[in-house]
Structures are given as structure tokens and as C-alpha cells.
């Protein structure tokens, strides 16, 4: 069966054009930029007017799937995602699981400007560079992890996971660096597990190693700001980025005001769609590295699109982007899959699989849960005014 195998999860009432009566379709990416972004971002250039309540009418066809992990990242060993069809092409919607209305809506009107908005238009680039990522596992598990990012030169190493001690992060880190060799580059990712005293003792200690930068080693910008402070006084040399410090944060723009880092990571669905993204890196000014959510390969080619859109790195050379994830997956909803070949990823629009959609289909009660989960956050969407100022656009 092609589509819509459960009844409760089923397409929208047309197919193929505009579901939406009123819907003019859009003008590219480039009006979304421009308008004022509301609490949601904006909406695609179009979609105003008489909105329709149910989020199905908004989809030619909706799917729900869970793919099992190769390994546990972030604590899960399932990820589920949402794989929707609007007039521009497939969308994906996959907040993390615990994330509540308010925070997941931004992922949805990340995935509405997706099946609105035809793209790629104004890239600077046909390809990008991605890294490795290395979960917080065994040293002697690290090659068979790199295995999986074939010609990736960058990694980014997962460290200061709850209940690990520092010198399995260290030795962890040293296994990457003999794979890799000298010319590879090392990133750490804290995920905000480092209080401001261990980040230093950590960080003293990885700076061995040669990092390229440490993503978010502290959970409070305060911190980040005191840690890069005092790392510069030490005359060690740890660059220092942000991921949930603008990804999950009120006001992004904290990070450059309290000069907290570095460098700042962007993805797609936290930020609210490309247009947004590309907002919050013009607004703080600082070189951004484009990073996946864990998402399918419907997911993965918005950020390949995002990150062929941003200016280059500190050096002219594009930033390796954390969207080499697919491989992190047992299965994928679109054939051929996104992973990386001789490091790079193309800027693609890709379908989702009808079989392959079939294959990972996610149970009916985890289905309706999703659809009650979109439906909620197109409600929150739905009745917020376009052009409310939210904390995202405030630039001072
Ligand atoms: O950046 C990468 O290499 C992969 C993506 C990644 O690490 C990630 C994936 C899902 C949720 C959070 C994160 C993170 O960067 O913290
Ligand atoms: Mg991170």
C-alpha cells in the first residue's frame, strides 16, 4: 500500500497542488526573510488568509515512522519523525519526543516552510562538507563509528555525558585524533553537561588534542561568557560555539551581546525553517555551522540547504556541517539516502520512498499521537499574528 495505511493519519482532502483554498503557492525563501518574523517565524509567503484548522488540510499526504538507532544518541534508541507533503515537496517534522507545544511549533513552521517554499534558490554552494559524529561511546569503538562518515576530516566527539568520567571523554577523544591523524579537525560537544569549573579542568585537558571549538561545554550563557573569558586568560586555546544557547533559547541573540562564543550552531527545525536560521546568523555575526536534529534525509536536505546558503568560515572554507547523522540511523524514508560520500553532501531536494515510508510506518497509537502533537502546534501557529515581535528578532 502506497500511502495512508492508517485511517487516522491520512492525506489531506487533495493531492498534488495547493491543498489550501486561497493558496497562492510562494515566492521563494527570499520574502520569508524579509518579512518580520512572527513568534513562529513567518508564515510562507501565501499562507494567509482563511487558514484551515485541521493540520491535514495543510498536506497531501502525512506519514509517521521510527527508525531504529544504530546506536543510543541523546538517550533514545528510536527516532520518529513526521514526513509531510505540501505543494513544494516533502517536509519532515520530528521534534524530540519531550519537547511540549510551544518549543516542538517551531519545528512545525520549519517543516510548513519546507512543503511551501520551492527551493534550493540562492546557494552559494552545490555541495557541502560534513562532519563525523562520534557518540559517547568506547575508544575502541571509534573506527567502526568513523567507518560510517566516509572522507569526513572533521569530527565532533559527544563528551560529558551524565555518568561519564573525563578520562573516558579524553581517551575517547585521543582514539579520534590517532584515526583522523594531525590534519583531522576535533570538535567537542558538552551538550551543556559541564558546570564552569569542570569545563576548564576538561578543557585544559582536551586542548591536547587540538579542537577545533567546544559546543556548548556549559548549559548557561553566563557561563559560556565566563568560560571563554577565562580560558582566553589561561592562554588555552579552546574556541568556544553555541548550539542550545540559540537553538533552545528565548533570546539567540544573548550569545553575541554576552560575547559567549565563538562560533554558533544552527538547525533547521529548532530555529524555525531555514529563513530563520539564516536571520539568527546575519543577526549575531557569527560564523554558523549547520547541524542535523537527527533528522531523515527529508530533514537533512533543508540544512544542506541552509548551510550552502551561509558565507564561509573564519578560514574562506565552508564550515563542516553536523548533518552526516542518516548514518547514525538503521533505515531512512528516502532511497538513495542522504549520507555523506567523500565527506561531502549535494544540495538535493529528495522525495520520501513510498516503501521505504511503509516500511519504518510507526505504530497507529504513535501516529495519532504525532498528528495530535501537529495539530496542537499549527494551533499555536495558527493564532499568532504574523508580525509579532518575538525573542528571536531582538537584535539589541
Ligand atoms: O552535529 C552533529 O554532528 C550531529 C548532530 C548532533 O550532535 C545533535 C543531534 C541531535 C540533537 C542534538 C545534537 C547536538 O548537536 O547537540
Ligand atoms: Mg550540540
Not at 309 to 328: F, I, Q, S
Amino acid at each position: 500500500m502506497n500511502a495512508h495505511p492508517d485511517p487516522g493519519v491520512a492525506s489531506g482532502p487533495v493531492s498534488g497542488a495547493s491543498p489550501v483554498a486561497g493558496l497562492s503557492g510562494t515566492d521563494g525563501a527570499g520574502t520569508l526573510a524579509a518579512e518580520t518574523p512572527g513568534p513562529y517565524g513567518a508564515l510562507p509567503a501565501g499562507l494567509t488568509g482563511e487558514l484551515p484548522r485541521d493540520v491535514r488540510e495543510l498536506f497531501s499526504r502525512i506519514h509517521v515512522v521510527s527508525i531504529p538507532m544504530v546506536m543510543r544518541f541523546r538517550g533514545v534508541d528510536t527516532r520518529t519523525a513526521m514526513l509531510l507533503r505540501g505543494p513544494a515537496g516533502w517536509a519532515e517534522f520530528s521534534p524530540f519526543e519531550e519537547y511540549p507545544p510551544p518549543e516542538a511549533a517551531r519545528w512545525f513552521a520549519a517543516a510548513l516552510e519546507r512543503a511551501y517554499v520551492p527551493g534550493p534558490a540562492g546557494t552559494v554552494r552545490d555541495q557541502v562538507p560534513v562532519n563525523a559524529t562520534v557518540p559517547s561511546c568506547d575508544p575502541e569503538e571509534v573506527p567502526r563509528v568513523l567507518a560510517r562518515f566516509p572522507g569526513c576530516t572533521t569530527a565532533k566527539v559527544k563528551v560529558a555525558q551524565a555518568g561519564v568520567p573525563l578520562e573516558a571523554d579524553i581517551a575517547r577523544v585521543a582514539a579520534v585524533r590517532r584515526e583522523l591523524g594531525q590534519d583531522g579537525v576535533i570538535r567537542v560537544d558538552a551538550n551543556g553537561g559541564w558546570s564552569l569549573a569542570e569545563a576548564k579542568r576538561a578543557l585544559r585537558r582536551l586542548a591536547e588534542f587540538g579542537l577545533q571549538y567546544a559546543e556548548q561545554p556549559c548549559a548557561a550563557v553566563e557561563d559560556l561568557a565566563a568560560l571563554r573569558a577565562e580560558l582566553a586568560e589561561a592562554g588555552i586555546g579552546v574556541p568556544i560555539a553555541a548550539d542550545e544557547s540559540i537553538r533552545r533559547a528565548e533570546d539567540p541573540m544573548r550569545v553575541a551581546r554576552l560575547q559567549a562564543a565563538d562560533y554558533i550552531v544552527v538547525k533547521v527545525q529548532p530555529l524555525g525553517g531555514i529563513a530563520q536560521a539564516r536571520h539568527i546568523v546575519a543577526q549575531t555575526g557569527l560564523p554558523a555551522v549547520v547541524s542535523s536534529a537527527l533528522d531523515t534525509s527529508i530533514g537533512i536536505a533543508a540544512g544542506v540547504e541552509l548551510a550552502a546558503l551561509l558565507p564561509p568560515g573564519p578560514d574562506g572554507e565552508p564550515l563542516a556541517c553536523g548533518l552526516g547523522t542518516v548514518g547514525l540511523l538503521r533505515g531512512d524514508v528516502a532511497d538513495p539516502s542522504l549520507r555523506p560520500s567523500g565527506g561531502m553532501l549535494p544540495v538535493t531536494r529528495p522525495d520520501a520512498d513510498d516503501a521505504l515510508l511503509e516500511r519504518y510506518r510507526a505504530d497507529p497509537g504513535t501516529a495519532e499521537a504525532w498528528l495530535a502533537r501537529a495539530q496542537a502546534c499549527w494551533e499555536l501557529i495558527r493564532r499568532t499574528p504574523g508580525g509579532e515581535a518575538r525573542g528571536h528578532d531582538h537584535a539589541s
